[in-house]
């Protein structure tokens, strides 16, 4: 069974940096777009970022130009890379295997 495990999130000022991991068992993980999610509290669950299998990426406008999604099919791995983080961008972090599959979470807080 494939599973999905989060890893990086934790407290960061206000334009500070994160890296997060999502580490993929199985052997499936090259043959799906992987994406992150995020979710604060009282508001849905939104697409951060997304990647497909081949390395085509997209962003919600929010995150355009401050956060990049990346994958290694090699090593089953997607990582988001957030810069210039803002309060904002406080919520629990979730890495998605389309079309279904989620891992636990990860939570980033941006506070100073």
């Known amino acids: 069974q494939v599973q999905l495990v989060e890893s990086g999130g934790g407290l960061v000022q206000p334009g500070g940096s994160l890296r997060l991991s999502c580490a993929a068992s199985?052997?499936?993980?090259?043959?799906?777009?992987m994406a992150w999610y995020r979710q604060a509290p009282g508001k849905q669950r939104e697409l951060v970022a997304v990647?497909?299998?081949?390395?085509?990426?997209n962003y919600a406008d929010s995150v355009k130009g401050r956060f990049t999604i990346s994958r290694d099919n090699i090593k089953n791995t997607v990582v988001l890379q957030m810069n210039s983080l803002k309060p904002e961008d406080t919520a629990v972090y979730y890495c998605?295997?389309?079309?279904?599959?989620w891992g636990q979470g990860t939570q980033v807080t941006v506070s100073s």
């Open positions: 990647v497909t299998r081949y390395g085509s990426t």
């Open positions: 199985g052997s499936i993980f090259g043959f799906r777009t």
């Open positions: 998605n295997a389309s079309p279904d599959l």
